[in-house]
């Protein structure tokens, strides 16, 4: 299970009387919008570009499905992250690959031409998670997602899923789900992701940690608050689904990598408080970094001998991410306690998740950072920053893309969430990791829709009808979906 699952569980379920409820009044008492429009600087959807089926793949035996059954099969090139191209040095010449990601990533080798006919996936998986049970080796299932190259290596900030509860099942460990599932609004476990950081010697064919951690602690970069492990609501916790979710992509600024990072706090409201909630409970985007010269080492004597990746916290300021201790939203210390992104939008669509979906993608344009997401069904939204070192001017900075008459579920394909991404296919060969987009073109330009719909859980969807994309036993349909975009002004 993907925690976009419970996001999009959320959506189907609550969001037809909040959605509703916004199109009246979208903005709580005391608050005010904060979202505009303008001339310049300005992103603009153009047109549709080409699809990318995975679906078509299963004939080649990429897609492998043992039997429907939840939890039972082989999860193969399902689409479940965004799309960040890199280049590495891969059977000795450089190449353009992309992870697929999920708790079995695979890796998608890319022409230079970008021809979508050309893509092909790796024989063998990239990383197929260890699936350990134990919640405090944070070693269960891995999302490769923040994936990047540094000279020779190439590296992934991970989504890592941990649970309270597991069940064992064809000699895999899941999450034990609760009675009555997918309707039951209480599930009995604890879902409580962290983020670690993995890496490649061999260009993106295979990962393993990037660290060789000493004990448990140290495989995380960003680590949740420890749920008691008993029910829904037994414990502190008033949600059982928090923590630290998906990482964007990774970008250089002077001596440092940065990275944007989805935080959930333990004392978010959940799927039935939407629209109550207090400013503690904002799910958004935090800010992380690392000295480039320091990426995946430990020794850091400021850190306790661990790493040296560093927070932007909540008194706006960058303090180490301290080893042996966890961060987040209800941490007494503020300098453990993120400085969360966009929180306005929580007040404009009177939802506590709503930002947290916000900042997906981040790329250099011009003179500025870029960054690109969405919120449920209303569009896409960027912001933008000349620094990340002092990155406070994206909350003032929020604006929404030009649509062109096209209208987000048109562009999303279903009226599900989907991962985003956006990125300059034209750029040197020494842009290992398509930082740079070019402004004032659309011909290279492209915004890239991740759509990874579980056709079992919803047979219902749009997506799922197409009888092109009807596969016998294959219960997932994975696509992406190429778009065209245009920078102006920055």
Not at 189 to 211: M, N, Q
Not at 390 to 395: C, K, Y
Request: with cysteine; aromatic share 12%; proline share 6%.
């Amino acid at each position: 299970m993907s925690s976009k699952s419970t996001r999009r569980r959320f959506l189907k379920a609550s969001g037809g009387a909040v959605l509703g409820a916004v199109a009246a009044s979208n903005i709580l008492p005391g608050s005010r919008p904060h979202i505009t429009k303008a001339a310049s600087p300005s992103v603009a959807l153009v047109n549709p570009a080409t699809e990318y089926d995975l679906i078509g793949l299963a004939g080649s035996g990429y897609r492998t499905w043992l039997n429907g059954a939840h939890g039972r099969y082989s999860y193969g090139a399902w689409v479940d992250g965004p799309f960040n191209p890199f280049r590495a040095t891969r059977d000795g010449a450089q190449q353009i690959g992309a992870l697929i990601p999920h708790a079995q990533n695979h890796l998608l080798n890319i022409p230079n031409d970008w021809v979508n006919t050309g893509m092909s996936l790796q024989p063998q998986m990239a990383l197929d998670s260890p699936n350990n049970p134990e919640v405090a080796q944070y070693n269960n299932r891995h999302w490769l997602i923040g994936t990047f190259s540094v000279g020779s290596t190439v590296y992934s900030l991970a989504h890592c899923e941990n649970y309270y509860a597991c069940l064992y099942d064809a000699g895999k460990w899941w999450p034990w789900i609760g009675t009555g599932h997918p309707t039951s609004t209480h599930e009995n476990y604890k879902w409580t992701p962290s983020i670690c950081l993995w890496k490649s010697t061999d260009g993106g064919k295979s990962f393993r940690l990037a660290h060789s951690p000493n004990d448990a602690s140290d495989k995380n970069i960003l680590t949740p608050r420890p749920a008691d492990g008993t029910s829904a609501t037994g414990g502190w916790e008033a949600y059982q689904d928090f923590g630290f979710y998906h990482p964007t992509n990774v970008v250089q600024e002077g001596n440092y990598l940065y990275c944007f990072i989805e935080h959930r706090p333990a004392s978010n409201p959940g799927w039935l408080n939407v629209n109550n909630f207090s400013a503690s409970q904002i799910s958004g985007s935090t800010l992380i970094r690392v000295p480039i010269s320091r990426i995946g080492q430990m020794g850091n004597t400021a850190n306790d001998g661990g790493h040296y990746w560093e927070l932007f916290a909540a008194d706006q300021r960058w303090h180490p991410i301290a080893r042996y201790n966890w961060q987040g939203n209800t941490h007494p210390d503020p300098t453990q306690r993120p400085y969360i992104f966009l929180k306005q939008l929580a007040y404009d669509y009177n939802n506590w998740s709503a930002g947290g979906d916000a900042i997906q993608n981040v790329r250099r344009v011009g003179s500025h950072w870029v960054t690109l997401g969405n919120v449920g069904g209303y569009g896409l939204f960027y912001s933008y920053t000349p620094t990340l070192e002092d990155p406070l001017s994206l909350d003032t900075n929020l604006r929404t893309v030009e649509m062109n008459g096209l209208s987000p579920v048109n562009v999303q394909r279903t009226g599900w969430y989907r991962y985003l991404s956006f990125f300059d296919v034209g750029t040197s060969s020494s842009d290992l990791n398509f930082e740079q987009v070019r402004q004032d073109t659309t011909s290279d330009v492209r915004l890239v829709i991740s759509n990874g719909v579980n056709c079992s859980e919803d047979p219902g969807n749009e997506y799922c009808q197409e009888p092109a994309n009807q596969v016998t036993n294959q219960p997932t349909q994975s696509q992406y979906r190429f778009w065209n975009l245009q920078f102006s002004g920055f």
